[in-house]
């Protein structure tokens, strides 16, 4: 008798664990009931977008910048009654980890702000794991390179970086130099297999291997000879074979430029460009003659994981980031808009000689990049 | 039909033979299932890489990951070297942590060393540092400012001294640093093998006229010897998966072994290049377990030369007697305070690598302002950061529940293995409460990951919850668990349990009133351990937090990755504190003597 009984109810759960799959809602219907996507209305009422993010008086942002902690206070206080819970994660780890939670049935994450385009098209975007949610108000503001395929909340970019304090001009103007044997040892950067800056920059590298070929012949004279497929992986090699993996990411770069005393010089993020104003935590300086290019521009992505229990929140806190939230918290990044100037010592970005990637390129090549930096590594 | 009826009858009416099976159930799906998963994943293609394997969807059957780890350009760097920088370390962080632990064992058991009496509480002052943490504080101790991208370290801070980088990066500090993490192990490996020695044959071989050295070379060695070489090959076998130093002291060298690959290999998305070398991990770590039982069953023989014990003679040590006893001590408390200090100096620092005091903060313990618009790495202190205490709470959490979990279960497994001794129920489940000892904490944690990504079956999606944690934690904690419990079951004879049933007392109740009581020590040294190594345990968990469910090892990685060292020791230390505070608390509950549970 007991038995039957225990009989029926395994099988129960057996049968009722797929049901219960089953009822959750379709990313449409979310996205329907979120008003986001193919849903977005042609004017947001904001409002009402406030008066339903306080119902659901949460929101849970991942992001790839500390930055995002001091910002969730920011929020707190300009909106108090919705509380958000901001984690700090590498952005490699953390797009690995969305996509795991939401395979397993668990949408924690209502908000991701990182970089890192291509990562988010293979694994987020192609399980319908995230939508690219803008602001009505804003897309007049943002230009469509900015929002599309993904909106970016801020800028950044990457480029060698020496200390001016040692230096009075820079101690480099063509990338071809730093091949060079009186460099090997003392140039540092990040490892592409956990620092996504670093791999866009191999990925950078690589898709303007013309301009590399012709830096090439500017500085050596005499055209290239390739032992790699082109000039970009040639220049990662010969990279490869005078440099330090450093440690410490972003900021480890930044302060190895700020300590060193000689002829020295690391891949230093421009975000972190404001702190080498008078008082400030570093000291480096970037060449803008630069041949081929200063370095590399790119942005940091906002999106909106479908499934997630607070899209009206997200919705609110997105918003906020691009606006009264950018300029409390974030001013030391570009913003992508048109109608924002950058805060000294930043100029606009567009003003300036930086590669971006292409996505498509991105997607393409940047695995067997990724192998070929391993390779030589 | 009747007879397996009959069979199937007395199986369920015999307590012990229901929860071995039971046991053995569950085992098979969280140790045997994953195995299987590791392998089948391996073979098979997956969604990042359908673009890259010609003619293959997501799913189907490929080579192209054994291919792309054994024959590809990659191979040399993604695999033989791994391979060849992990099988170096292990045997030479192996040899010193042998020449250290049955050194001090040798000196306990067998000398009048001074103070002898306090190394057993001592030797595992070191073991509650996680080893990843003695890494950190090796390197704040070592680097130095001609280092191109590093501050000054302690060192050179105070003495001006700088050393190469050899010292401070690669596979030199992580033989060092996994020596002094593991010298415990071994010499609790050798203690034992001298204290089983019998005495008497030293005493017969005295009395012939023998010299100390001629008792050391033709007795004491050839009985310890198997015993010391199972010692060897254990703590060999934990080097193959060792995770937390090579990846903190090799990668700012470009120096990987299999584990850190492995872990890289992960966190770029490429699970089958991770698996393959996942296999090679566990492949090692069994034919070296096999050797083991090789050895072992050769000691067997052995331990059937016994007569009565007395008291062994011990070798004296003369006018040394109390200086190796200072020695002694004094190497104990470097190894264990100076990596504390060290790290507790460096949380002290307004900035890396400046430790002058005037600059000195405590900023980064109790500030409560939030910096980081100013300074990227200035979050509030860490007692006023909501994300240290969620996974400080987090940490706790898990290492009680595991720490109960395992002590129990651990029981119940010995209680099996004891009562059904000889039968394949008993045999069955030691060996599996054996396996998770085989496989590495970083494999295991990367096996979990893909096993428990998506619902299957009755069985939920675990990833992303808390339970996810505490069930790995539990598995791979079984292996001492289940030891500890089937020696503990052992001491207390079947005849207690007939009186009980004699006197119609039911399954639970026995357990309650006589088993548990009895083998109260046990239970809570299963549960220390599970607490301690729960809690400093890196490489079990880091594939397997998510942001809502990170634990402090997990979260110093991710310090220590970004450069915020402050916070990456500031957590370490209080890590180590959780611990101390943890153990000192279920000592003074149990009253139970930490170093007699062996």
Redesign the interface.
Known sequence: MRFRALTVLALLLAFAMPLALAQTETVDEWMQRAEVGPYQPEVEDWDRIEELAREEGKVIVYSATPLILDAAAGFMERYPGIEVEAFDVRALDMLEKVRREYEAGIYNADVINVGSPEIIRQSLEEIDAVVNYVPRDMMDVIPEQFREPYLFQRMNAIGWAYNPDHHEEPPFSNWWELTEPEWRGRIVHDSPARSFSTLQFAIAVVQHADEFAAAYERHFGQPIELTTPNAGYEYLKRLLENSVIGSGGSTGMAQAVTDSTGNFTALVVYSLYGQTVEGGQYRFEYNRDMDPAMGLAWGENQLLVTRSAHPNAAKLLTRWMLDEGYFAHFSRNPSPRTDVEPVPPYEKLGEMNWWTVDLDFAIDEGSDILDFWMTYQ | MTRFVNRLGHILRTPHLVIGVSLIVALAYLVLMPFWEVIATSFTAQ???VR?IEGAEVGSFTLYYWERMLAS??T???FLQPLYNTLTISFLYTFLAMAIGVGLAWLTARTDMAFRRAIPDLILVPYVIPSWGIALAWITLFRS?TM????AGVLQAFTGITVPTWVVFGPFPIIIVLAINYFAFTYLLAASAFASLDASLDDAARLHGASRWRILRRITLPITIPALGSAFILTFSQGLGTFGVPAFLG????YFVLATSLF?N????RMGDAFVLALFIIGLASVTIWINTLVLGRRRQFTTISGKDTRPALTPLGRWRVPIGLMTIGFLLLVAVVPLIVLVMQTLTW???NFSPEHWTLHFWIGRE?L??????R?SGIFFNP?IMRAAWNSIKLGVIVGLVVAFVGQLAGYVVSRGRGGWIARALDQLTFLPFVIPSVVFGAIY?SM????R??I??????FALLVVVSVVKRLPFAARSGTSSMMQVSGELEEAAVMHKAGFFRIMRRILFPLTRNGIFVGFIFGFVNTVKDLALVILLV???T?VLPALTY?Y??????QYSDAVTVLIVAIVLIGTFLARRISRTDFSRGF
Do not use: C, K, W
């Not at chain 2, 428990?452 to 619902?455: E, G």
């Open positions: 969604r990042a890489d890259r350009p990659l040399q760097r993604g400012d191109p991208g590093h501050p990668m700012p060298d470009r890289f992960i966190n770029t998305g900035r890396v690598g939030m980081g618009a100013q300074f990227q790495d979050l994300e990951l428990f990504a998506q619902p079956g009755p939920p999606a675990l990833y992303g919850t998510t942001p809502l990170n991710s220590t990755e970004r450069g915020f060292r």
